[in-house]
Structure formats: structure tokens, C-alpha cells
């Protein structure tokens, strides 16, 4: 299949990377895209608008999320016909591995130019029009940029609203005190007004459940490690970075030392420990689809999952005609951070109220601390609205468009991405998806409306102002090729981690928390050497 080329001078923005003067025919954009949770239902909509608005005809092929599609495709250079890979792989390895290979800089194109172009109707450049910590995020340890984001899934807690309403309760729990208090009334089994409370089938309602998998309590407890020591730490915990570490120092195993770290694993510990009862007790014995399928019948109020569960499971409960209402919740702050800023939990909770408010665009009294100045003031608020406004998108990592640097068709590639990013690709990708957007692209209301509203609470919190994303950051050599993870647990048993070890009692936090560590120094020479050092 052929097209036409645009004159390259339109002024719409869509042919930057061409040229001027003419027109040429040229081979079709052959676009690779990865389908995962959310369908392929947004792809051929997007080529259709892409091509009515270019005249760039676009083929097709699709993927079952198998990271060896895109290395075998990148680096098969003669066989390779592919302009424009979207994946859901992680990628670092896999550029660094592709460097200075059959006389090119890297097998992946390097796309600086890109993010310095203006998005289509937008008085921003690409680089400038995505949210917080996202296009850092693209960055490789070098400084280069490969990738470009193109989802930023939601994932966290989600809780049941018809369960929570049969028990009186109200107010979604701000901060992990509360939480606890809500999960203290469930485990009761009476209402707020003291009426028995069970499912419709009479069985006990449990507070938490989840999957026999750790890579779903990774959507909250981290969270709660970023909330205490904030983002910037984190990442020095994937450079292995200390905070007095001299220009081009070794990577330091005593960097992995951190009290927020150990913090969110006390709290993960206090949530889903079996003697404190709030955990449902085949919680271990589910896969994801079967823990979603009990939380959805009522058996249980709160969940860890991502947006993509719409896909999974609820929508086919609304096919069948089922009364359901899940939705996101604002991961609960860390009451530890209140011990950490020296303020009491009362005053976190009115400071999270003036955040919750003022991101939404809403009006609010600035809160005020007993015995703090209004310096002081200012800087617990604007801690404690990083906290609060954090949002786990531990997919992000994955979720990555990448052109390979021989294509014939990096110019229409380009092109795409470009129209990808601007309202009207944006629009059709919501519609299509629901998933989040890595872009400042606003949800229109009437759109909003049509969503369900699970997927209407994940759009809601990913779209206040100021949201900034936890992404684990995969772009270090320690990390990718030493594989230090966010914890050393996943390296014994990737399936349960340390959870699992939670759950049962069979460790202390303080425990799991200086195996973790420990492991690591231990073979912390090996890592070194397997990074490059």
C-alpha cells in the first residue's frame, strides 16, 4: 500500500520531520502494536485519523505482550520491516544492548528532536507537554532518550463502594491510620450503627484481598516508601546513590539503607499480617482474575489492582447485568510521614483535605501547624501534597513507543507520534481505552460521563494538577543488569516476594527489611561487576 506525502510545509504541524518542497510516495507506516489489558479497540481509530488527517496510510500488526517481538524485530535489521514499535516490555537492557550495532549509533532511534517539537495545537513541545517525572523517566543513564510514553496506567487500591456503603461507611480513609480504623470495622462485622453486615450468600465481608502474586501489594506498598522519603530518594535507591556520594562515584550498597523503605514494609505488615485479621484468607490461593471475581461478589472491600481490571472483570459483570460500583481511591499517606514532619495525624488530615481540594480546582484555607511558622508551614504542605498526589504506575515503565533507527519511515513515525500526543489522538485513545494519559491532555466531562465509574475514578485522580507518578526506574545499570529490584525478595521468589512472608508472621518488617539489604551487600561485588563497574 502507498500514500501520497503531505506538502511539507502544512501548516498543521503533522510533517516536521520530512522536508520541504513536494511530495513523494513512500511505503506505508507499519505500526507493531502490543496488546495487554486494554484491548486493541483504540488501534484502528487512531491509524484511521492519523491517515484522514496525513494521507499516511498505516498497516498494522499486533503482539501478545512477548518481550522477545520487539528484540528479535529491533535487532533483525535486513528482515525488519516495522516503522513503529508500542510495547509493554521493559526496554533499557534492550537499548543498551542495540548500541553501535551494523553502523548505527544504536538499532534504536535516539529521538531528542522529537521532544523538542511542538505537540499539534499545543503551544508546548512534546517533552513539555508530558505530566511530571515522565519524560525523566524515558531518559537513559547516559542522558539519551529512546522511548516515548504512551500510556501511564493507573494502578493501586481499589475499593468496593456497595461493601462500604452496607457497613455505613462514608468517608474513603485519607491516610493509613484511617485506613486501618475502616479495615477495624469490617473485620467486625457490624455496621457503623451496629447491624450484622455479610455478603448476600451470608459469608463474612473481609477488609483486603488480593492476588497470590507480590506484583500486586507493588502497586501500594511503594507508594508509601515515596510518600516518607520522597522521589528523588527512590531514585537514588536505583542508582544506589547516597546522599553525599562524590561525581561519578561507585554505586553504594549502603544506599539501599532507608527508613521509608522500611516504613512502608511496616505498614504493608499491619494491613495484610493473618492475625490481624483483615486480609480475606484464600487471599494466597488466588490467582488475579479469581481475587477480582471475590471482590466484585462483595466478599471483600478493598483490592490492589490497575485500571486495566475493567477489561479484566468488570466489564463483563455489567454485561451480565450485575449492580457493581468499584472505584479508585487516592493511595492513603502514610500517617509515619505526620511522626516524620513532627505534626500530629489530626493535621495531616486537614493538610491532605486543602491538597485534595486546590488539585481538584477547588478553594481552600491554607492548613497551619501548632508550632510551626509559615516558612515552616510551607514546606510540610508542599511535602505532604507530593505525597498525597503520587500515583503508582508501575506499567509506565513498560508502557514505551520506540522507532528503530534504519525504518524507512522515521518521518511518518514521527509524524504519529506527534498526532498520538495532540487532542485529537488523546480523545480517541481515552474513548477507546480508558486508560490514563502520560500527556497534560485534559478528559472532557461529557467524555468522563461515559466511563464507568471505575474508570472514571482512575481519569479523576490522574488528572488532578500537580500529579507526579511513582515509575520504577529501570533506566540504571545496577538496575537492569544487576537486577537490583525493589526488593531482594523478588529475586528469591518473584511470585510472592516478601508478602507472603508477611502474611504468615514467619518475619518481622524490621526483618524482611534487613534480609533485603543484607542480600544485596552480600553480593554486592558481583552486581558491580555485572553493571559494567
Given at each position: 500500500m502507498k500514500r501520497l506525502a503531505l506538502a511539507l510545509c502544512a501548516t498543521t504541524g503533522m510533517a516536521l520531520f520530512a522536508g520541504c518542497g513536494g511530495s513523494k510516495e513512500t511505503e506505508a507506516l507499519q505500526i507493531n502494536w502490543t496488546i495487554g489489558?486494554?484491548?486493541?479497540?483504540?488501534?484502528?481509530?487512531?491509524?484511521?485519523?492519523?491517515?484522514?488527517?496525513?494521507?499516511?496510510?498505516?498497516?498494522?500488526?499486533?503482539?501478545?505482550?512477548?518481550?522477545?517481538?520487539?528484540?528479535?524485530?529491533?535487532?533483525?535489521?535486513?528482515?525488519?520491516?516495522?516503522?513503529?514499535?508500542?510495547?509493554?516490555?521493559?526496554?533499557?537492557?534492550?537499548?543498551?544492548?542495540?548500541?553501535?550495532?551494523?553502523?548505527?549509533?544504536?538499532?534504536?532511534?535516539?529521538?531528542?528532536?522529537?521532544?523538542?517539537?511542538?505537540?499539534?495545537?499545543?503551544?508546548?513541545?512534546?517533552?513539555?507537554?508530558?505530566?511530571?517525572?515522565?519524560?525523566?523517566?524515558?531518559?537513559?543513564?547516559?542522558?539519551?532518550?529512546?522511548?516515548?510514553?504512551?500510556?501511564?496506567?493507573?494502578?493501586?487500591?481499589?475499593?468496593?463502594?456497595?461493601?462500604?456503603?452496607?457497613?455505613?461507611?462514608?468517608?474513603?480513609?485519607?491516610?493509613?491510620?484511617?485506613?486501618?480504623?475502616?479495615?477495624?470495622?469490617?473485620?467486625?462485622?457490624?455496621?457503623?450503627?451496629?447491624?450484622?453486615?455479610?455478603?448476600?450468600?451470608?459469608?463474612?465481608?473481609?477488609?483486603?484481598?488480593?492476588?497470590?502474586?507480590?506484583?500486586?501489594?507493588?502497586?501500594?506498598?511503594?507508594?508509601?516508601?515515596?510518600?516518607?522519603?520522597?522521589?528523588?530518594?527512590?531514585?537514588?535507591?536505583?542508582?544506589?546513590?547516597?546522599?553525599?556520594?562524590?561525581?561519578?562515584?561507585?554505586?553504594?550498597?549502603?544506599?539501599?539503607?532507608?527508613e521509608g523503605k522500611l516504613v512502608s514494609i511496616e505498614e504493608l505488615d499491619r494491613f495484610i499480617n493473618k492475625n490481624n485479621g483483615y486480609m480475606h484468607p484464600d487471599s494466597l490461593n488466588r490467582d488475579h482474575l479469581f481475587s477480582q471475581i471475590d471482590f466484585l461478589d462483595g466478599k471483600a472491600a478493598f483490592i490492589p489492582t490497575g485500571d486495566w481490571m475493567e477489561n479484566e472483570s468488570t466489564k463483563a459483570y455489567r454485561e451480565e447485568g450485575k449492580d457493581i460500583d468499584v472505584r479508585f481511591m487516592k493511595t492513603p499517606v502514610t500517617s509515619r510521614l505526620a511522626v516524620k514532619l513532627n505534626i500530629t495525624e489530626a493535621e495531616l488530615r486537614a493538610a491532605i483535605d486543602y491538597v485534595d481540594a486546590t488539585s481538584e480546582g477547588k478553594t481552600g484555607t491554607a492548613p497551619t501547624y501548632a508550632g510551626k511558622d509559615a516558612v515552616a508551614a510551607e514546606k510540610i504542605t508542599a511535602e505532604i501534597s507530593a505525597a498525597r498526589l503520587l500515583v503508582s504506575s508501575s506499567q509506565a515503565a513498560l508502557d514505551r513507543a520506540v522507532i528503530p533507527a534504519y525504518s524507512n519511515n522515521i518521518s511518518a513515525a514521527k509524524e504519529f507520534l506527534l498526532f498520538y500526543a495532540s487532542d485529537e489522538g488523546q480523545k480517541i485513545m481515552a474513548q477507546y481505552s480508558g486508560a490514563a494519559s502520560?500527556?497534560?491532555?485534559?478528559?472532557?466531562?461529557?467524555?468522563?460521563?461515559?466511563?464507568?465509574?471505575?474508570?472514571?475514578?482512575?481519569?479523576?485522580?490522574?488528572?488532578?494538577?500537580?500529579?507526579?507518578?511513582?515509575?520504577?526506574?529501570?533506566?540504571?545499570?545496577?538496575?537492569?543488569?544487576?537486577?537490583?529490584?525493589?526488593?531482594?525478595?523478588?529475586?528469591?521468589?518473584?511470585?510472592?516476594?516478601?508478602?507472603?512472608?508477611?502474611?504468615?508472621?514467619?518475619?518481622?518488617?524490621?526483618?524482611?527489611?534487613?534480609?533485603?539489604?543484607?542480600?544485596?551487600?552480600?553480593?554486592?561485588?558481583?552486581?558491580?561487576?555485572?553493571?559494567?563497574?
Open positions: 489489558g486494554y484491548g486493541r479497540a483504540y488501534c484502528q481509530p487512531l491509524m484511521d485519523a492519523f491517515t484522514a488527517k496525513t494521507g499516511i496510510e498505516c498497516e498494522p500488526t499486533y503482539d501478545d505482550n512477548s518481550s522477545s517481538t520487539i528484540t528479535s524485530k529491533i535487532g533483525s535489521v535486513k528482515r525488519n520491516t516495522i516503522d513503529l514499535f508500542f510495547t509493554q516490555v521493559p526496554l533499557f537492557s534492550n537499548i543498551a544492548a542495540q548500541a553501535n550495532k551494523n553502523g548505527y549509533d544504536n538499532l534504536y532511534l535516539e529521538l531528542s528532536d522529537l521532544y523538542d517539537t511542538k505537540v499539534p495545537g499545543k503551544d508546548a513541545t512534546l517533552k513539555e507537554y508530558l505530566k511530571d517525572g515522565m519524560y525523566e523517566a524515558q531518559l537513559t543513564d547516559d542522558g539519551k532518550v529512546y522511548t516515548v510514553p504512551w500510556i501511564a496506567p493507573m494502578d493501586g487500591l481499589v475499593y468496593n463502594k456497595k461493601v462500604l456503603d452496607s457497613f455505613g461507611i462514608t468517608d474513603i480513609p485519607r491516610t493509613t491510620d484511617e485506613f486501618e480504623s475502616v479495615l477495624k470495622q469490617i473485620k467486625s462485622g457490624l455496621s457503623v450503627s451496629g447491624e450484622p453486615v455479610t455478603t448476600e450468600n451470608g459469608e463474612k465481608v473481609s477488609g483486603l484481598i488480593s492476588a497470590n502474586n507480590s506484583a500486586y501489594w507493588a502497586f501500594v506498598w511503594p507508594t508509601w516508601w515515596a510518600q516518607y522519603e520522597g522521589m528523588d530518594n527512590v531514585r537514588n535507591y536505583f542508582m544506589a546513590k547516597t546522599a553525599d556520594a562524590a561525581e561519578n562515584s561507585l554505586p553504594d550498597w549502603n544506599a539501599l539503607k532507608q502520560p500527556f497534560r491532555y485534559e478528559v472532557s466531562q461529557e467524555l468522563l460521563n461515559g466511563f464507568t465509574t471505575f474508570t472514571r475514578s482512575a481519569l479523576e485522580i490522574c488528572g488532578r494538577s500537580g500529579v507526579g507518578y511513582w515509575i520504577d526506574d529501570m533506566k540504571y545499570p545496577i538496575r537492569y543488569k544487576a537486577n537490583l529490584l525493589i526488593t531482594y525478595w523478588n529475586s528469591i521468589n518473584y511470585q510472592r516476594g516478601f508478602e507472603e512472608v508477611l502474611y504468615n508472621g514467619s518475619k518481622t518488617p524490621k526483618q524482611v527489611y534487613d534480609t533485603d539489604w543484607g542480600s544485596y551487600r552480600d553480593c554486592w561485588d558481583r552486581m558491580l561487576s555485572q553493571a559494567g563497574y
